[in-house]
């Protein structure tokens, strides 16, 4: 079953985050990498060396990061990362769309690969640690949203609150986000 974190960050709270991270050893993997690519480390540097709009999050102490080449398309020859087998999640960047509202991005994982409780095989008991030690760390110093179900960074917030930043959801008809209370 896959784990969801839906949420609003500016560059400083995605610093922030990176920060958090950083002792974590994560690298980031654009979806689509070119062959002899090397990753960039997670951390409060690594902001600005993110130009997509989506990265995988790669713990690669915990197992390989399996990839295989797309062999037909217009990405021909590029690879990608099979979500299952690897000890990754899927990073959306939260970026601003034409008219300069803040989109809400994501931080998505497959933590168990059966539905079978009494079944050990599936990811490592460390990766679900740190998605969980990501949600405590939005459930501690982020603000909830109206409608709920997002988290809010508190840059964002605050930009907000001052009138300079409108929240999206994603998707075609992504409707406005206040912060609750």
């Known amino acids: ?8 960050m500016l560059p400083d709270d995605e610093r922030a985050l990176f920060r958090h991270l950083a002792r974590r050893e994560l690298t980031a993997y654009p979806e689509l990498i070119p062959p002899g690519y090397q990753p960039v480390r997670v951390d409060e540097d690594a902001v600005e060396a993110l130009d997509q709009p989506a990265y995988y999050l790669a713990v690669e102490r915990l197992g390989p990061v399996i990839v295989h080449p797309l062999k037909r398309g217009p990405d ?5 990362i099979e979500e299952v087998p690897s000890p990754v999640f899927h990073y959306e960047r939260s970026v601003r769309n034409d008219a300069g509202e803040l989109v809400a991005g994501r931080l998505w994982a497959e933590l168990d690969v059966t539905d079978d409780p009494n079944d050990r095989k599936g990811k490592p008991r460390a990766l679900k640690g740190i998605f969980e030690e990501v949600h405590q760390l939005f459930r501690k110093s982020w603000r909830r949203s109206d409608p709920k179900g997002y988290w809010i960074g508190p840059h964002a917030a605050a930009a907000l609150k001052r009138g300079e930043l409108r929240l999206r959801e994603a998707g075609h008809k992504g409707g406005l986000v206040a912060v609750w209370r």
């Open 1 to 8: 079953m896959a784990a969801t974190l839906h949420y609003f």
């Open 76 to 80: 021909k020859g590029m690879l990608v």
